[in-house]
């Protein structure tokens, strides 16, 4: 698929870990430090393909491969507990490198930014206003507070839709479709995109292969963001 008619598209929806932020491989430490100390095992790709889903649907799908049945409540909160506990002690992120300059470039071509995270954590606006200063504004954020079905349900990203709308829209009208596009980095993110009916553009910066980003439905994949700054198809 190719972006029928880029003069169409007014918004740029971008995921946050993994493409905003190269905060992935705090994940994956947190992720298998906390399994492991319960009893259950994860690697590295687990970790990339259950990006975006809840901690509880996660867990589940963990104690079904490892003990061939769901966690139980109090279960998951032991485990997700610790997954917290030893995310936090990770170093902060740092801003992912070319970001800035694909977010340069969206600016420079008079598209409006939005921020489609699954993510709740408090700090969220003071960071990225802090690696991206006067980029993201406040009332363009979807974060874990505005849905309850996060991806790979088509939610965020319609609700992404929705808040470009309330502010380009005289009449306060959502998006349509094909006047966004999405840049995400994990499969049930782009599936996410794509069941909005989005053109979803795929940044490979973790261990998947190419092609598990494709068959999630990306329309086109990069393998970096820097390689995005150099080629924006906009
Ligand atoms: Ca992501």
């Known amino acids: 698929m190719t972006i029928t ?12 870990d993994g493409v905003l932020f190269d905060s992935m491989p705090n994940h994956v430490k947190a992720w298998r430090g906390a399994v492991a100390e319960h009893g259950l095992s994860m690697t590295r790709e ?7 889903r809840t901690g509880a649907g996660t867990i589940h799908t963990l104690a079904q491969r490892c003990w061939g049945r769901n966690a139980t409540e109090e279960e998951i909160e032991a485990i997700y507990q610790t997954k917290c506990a030893l995310f936090n002690t990770c170093p902060e992120a740092l801003p992912m490198p070319g970001a800035s300059e694909v977010l340069r470039k969206v600016l420079d071509r008079e598209l409006l930014p939005v921020l489609v995270t699954g993510s709740g954590q408090r700090s969220l606006l003071d960071r990225l206003n802090q690696a991206y200063p006067h980029v993201f504004r406040p009332e363009l954020m979807v974060t874990a507070f505005d849905v309850r079905q996060g991806k790979p349900y088509p939610k965020p990203y319609l609700k992404g839709l929705a808040k470009a709308g309330a502010l380009l829209h005289k009449d306060g009208s959502p998006l349509l479709p ?31 292969a190419d092609q598990v980003l494709t068959d999630a439905g990306a329309d086109r994949v990069y393998p970096s963001m820097q390689a995005l700054a150099e080629n924006l198809p906009l």
Not at 46 to 52: D, I, L, P, S
Request: without cysteine; hydrophobic residues 45%.
């Open 178 to 208: 094909e006047e966004a596009v999405v840049v995400e980095n994990a499969p049930l993110g782009i599936q996410a995109g794509k069941a909005a009916g989005i053109y979803t553009i795929a940044v490979n910066t973790g261990p998947l």
């Open 46 to 52: 687990e970790v990339y393909m259950n990006e975006g």
């Open 5 to 16: 008619d880029k003069n169409k598209v007014r918004a740029v929806l971008f995921d946050m």
